[in-house]
Protein backbone atom coordinates (compact mmCIF):
# COMPACT_ATOMS: atom_id res chain seq x y z
CA UNK A 1 0.00 0.00 0.00
CA UNK A 2 2.76 2.36 1.01
CA UNK A 3 4.45 1.32 -2.51
CA UNK A 4 1.63 2.56 -4.19
CA UNK A 5 1.02 5.83 -2.54
CA UNK A 6 4.94 6.61 -3.27
CA UNK A 7 4.49 5.82 -7.09
CA UNK A 8 1.11 8.23 -6.84
CA UNK A 9 3.06 10.82 -5.49
CA UNK A 10 5.80 10.40 -7.83
CA UNK A 11 3.42 10.78 -10.98
CA UNK A 12 1.89 13.67 -9.26
CA UNK A 13 4.84 15.23 -8.96
CA UNK A 14 6.08 14.73 -12.37
CA UNK A 15 2.94 15.69 -14.07
CA UNK A 16 2.78 19.28 -11.75
CA UNK A 17 6.45 19.98 -13.33
CA UNK A 18 5.77 18.64 -16.39
CA UNK A 19 2.93 21.27 -16.72
CA UNK A 20 5.24 24.28 -15.09
CA UNK A 21 7.87 23.49 -17.53
CA UNK A 22 6.13 23.15 -20.24
CA UNK A 23 3.22 25.94 -19.80
CA UNK A 24 4.38 27.94 -17.21
CA UNK A 25 1.31 27.33 -14.69
CA UNK A 26 -1.28 24.67 -14.39
CA UNK A 27 -3.92 26.84 -15.08
CA UNK A 28 -2.04 26.65 -18.74
CA UNK A 29 -1.96 23.12 -18.60
CA UNK A 30 -5.29 22.45 -17.71
CA UNK A 31 -6.13 25.26 -20.71
CA UNK A 32 -4.03 23.11 -22.91
CA UNK A 33 -5.86 19.84 -22.26
CA UNK A 34 -9.06 21.43 -22.33
CA UNK A 35 -8.10 21.96 -25.98
CA UNK A 36 -7.39 25.91 -26.53
CA UNK A 37 -4.41 26.62 -28.21
CA UNK A 38 -3.87 30.08 -27.27
CA UNK A 39 -2.65 30.02 -23.67
CA UNK A 40 -1.53 32.95 -21.69
CA UNK A 41 0.87 33.76 -19.24
CA UNK A 42 -1.50 34.84 -16.70
CA UNK A 43 -5.32 34.97 -17.07
CA UNK A 44 -6.07 37.16 -13.99
CA UNK A 45 -3.47 39.96 -14.60
CA UNK A 46 -3.56 42.21 -11.74
CA UNK A 47 -3.02 46.17 -12.40
CA UNK A 48 -2.67 46.89 -8.41
CA UNK A 49 -3.91 50.08 -6.88
CA UNK A 50 -5.34 53.13 -9.00
CA UNK A 51 -6.83 56.34 -8.28
CA UNK A 52 -10.02 57.50 -10.34
CA UNK A 53 -8.76 58.14 -13.53
CA UNK A 54 -5.23 57.06 -13.53
CA UNK A 55 -4.39 54.65 -16.34
CA UNK A 56 -2.02 51.91 -16.44
CA UNK A 57 -0.97 49.52 -19.21
CA UNK A 58 -0.84 45.42 -18.72
CA UNK A 59 1.16 43.12 -21.10
CA UNK A 60 0.29 39.58 -20.88
CA UNK A 61 1.95 37.24 -23.49
CA UNK A 62 -0.18 34.58 -25.23
CA UNK A 63 1.19 32.06 -26.91
CA UNK A 64 -0.01 29.84 -29.97
CA UNK A 65 0.48 26.01 -29.53
CA UNK A 66 -1.43 25.21 -32.75
CA UNK A 67 -0.42 23.78 -35.93
CA UNK A 68 -1.20 27.02 -37.61
CA UNK A 69 -1.48 30.75 -37.32
CA UNK A 70 -3.96 32.32 -35.32
CA UNK A 71 -5.00 35.92 -35.92
CA UNK A 72 -6.93 37.77 -32.54
CA UNK A 73 -9.33 39.80 -34.26
CA UNK A 74 -10.36 41.94 -31.74
CA UNK A 75 -11.43 42.09 -28.14
CA UNK A 76 -14.54 43.31 -25.66
CA UNK A 77 -14.56 44.29 -22.45
CA UNK A 78 -17.36 44.01 -19.36
CA UNK A 79 -16.71 47.72 -18.73
CA UNK A 80 -15.24 51.00 -20.09
CA UNK A 81 -12.44 50.71 -17.80
CA UNK A 82 -10.58 48.59 -19.51
CA UNK A 83 -9.17 48.35 -23.14
CA UNK A 84 -7.01 45.53 -25.48
CA UNK A 85 -4.08 47.63 -28.35
CA UNK A 86 -2.64 46.37 -31.27
CA UNK A 87 -5.70 44.09 -32.54
CA UNK A 88 -5.94 42.84 -34.43
CA UNK A 89 -2.35 40.55 -34.74
CA UNK A 90 -1.50 37.28 -35.74
CA UNK A 91 0.14 34.88 -33.86
CA UNK A 92 2.40 32.41 -35.50
CA UNK A 93 2.64 28.95 -34.45
CA UNK A 94 4.70 28.31 -31.64
CA UNK A 95 5.26 32.36 -31.02
CA UNK A 96 4.88 34.17 -27.73
CA UNK A 97 2.85 37.35 -28.65
CA UNK A 98 2.31 40.62 -26.17
CA UNK A 99 -0.79 41.84 -25.44
CA UNK A 100 -0.95 45.37 -23.84
CA UNK A 101 -4.28 45.90 -21.78
CA UNK A 102 -5.03 49.33 -20.41
CA UNK A 103 -6.83 50.03 -17.27
CA UNK A 104 -8.30 52.97 -15.78
CA UNK A 105 -9.48 53.57 -12.29
CA UNK A 106 -13.14 54.39 -12.49
CA UNK A 107 -14.70 56.83 -10.58
CA UNK A 108 -15.48 54.58 -7.49
CA UNK A 109 -13.33 53.45 -5.07
CA UNK A 110 -13.01 49.86 -4.59
CA UNK A 111 -12.43 46.60 -5.97
CA UNK A 112 -12.15 46.17 -10.05
CA UNK A 113 -12.66 42.39 -11.58
CA UNK A 114 -13.79 42.71 -15.24
CA UNK A 115 -13.07 40.59 -17.64
CA UNK A 116 -11.81 41.23 -21.75
CA UNK A 117 -13.20 38.34 -24.22
CA UNK A 118 -10.12 38.17 -26.98
CA UNK A 119 -12.05 36.98 -29.86
CA UNK A 120 -10.16 34.68 -32.75
CA UNK A 121 -10.61 33.44 -35.96
CA UNK A 122 -9.60 29.69 -34.71
CA UNK A 123 -13.38 27.52 -34.23
CA UNK A 124 -11.95 25.46 -31.94
CA UNK A 125 -10.99 28.62 -29.81
CA UNK A 126 -13.28 31.19 -30.75
CA UNK A 127 -12.06 33.68 -27.67
CA UNK A 128 -9.71 33.69 -24.96
CA UNK A 129 -11.33 35.29 -21.90
CA UNK A 130 -8.85 37.10 -19.53
CA UNK A 131 -9.95 38.79 -16.12
CA UNK A 132 -8.34 41.59 -14.82
CA UNK A 133 -8.65 42.08 -11.32
CA UNK A 134 -7.28 45.37 -9.07
CA UNK A 135 -8.47 48.04 -6.62
CA UNK A 136 -8.98 51.42 -7.22
CA UNK A 137 -8.37 54.00 -4.06
CA UNK A 138 -9.40 57.39 -3.37
CA UNK A 139 -6.61 60.21 -3.35
CA UNK A 140 -6.98 60.82 -0.45
CA UNK A 141 -5.94 57.18 0.43
CA UNK A 142 -2.41 57.32 -0.98
CA UNK A 143 0.03 55.70 0.44
CA UNK A 144 2.19 59.38 -0.89
CA UNK A 145 -1.06 61.37 0.74
CA UNK A 146 -1.01 58.90 3.93
CA UNK A 147 2.72 59.98 4.51
CA UNK A 148 2.09 63.50 4.19
CA UNK A 149 -0.49 63.79 6.97
CA UNK A 150 1.47 62.08 9.04
CA UNK A 151 2.52 64.23 12.03
CA UNK A 152 6.86 64.78 12.10
CA UNK A 153 7.98 64.25 15.20
Not at 59 to 79: D, Y
Request: aromatic share 8%; hydrophobic share 45%; with cysteine.
Amino acid sequence: MAQVIILTNIFLFGCVAWAYLRFGSITAALAYVRGDRLIADRYTPSFGRLEPGQSRDLVLHVTNLAARPITILGARTSCTCAAADGLPVTIQPGVKQPLKIRVWGKPKSGAVVEKLHFYTDDPAQPELIIQVVGKVINAEHSSENVAARRPRK
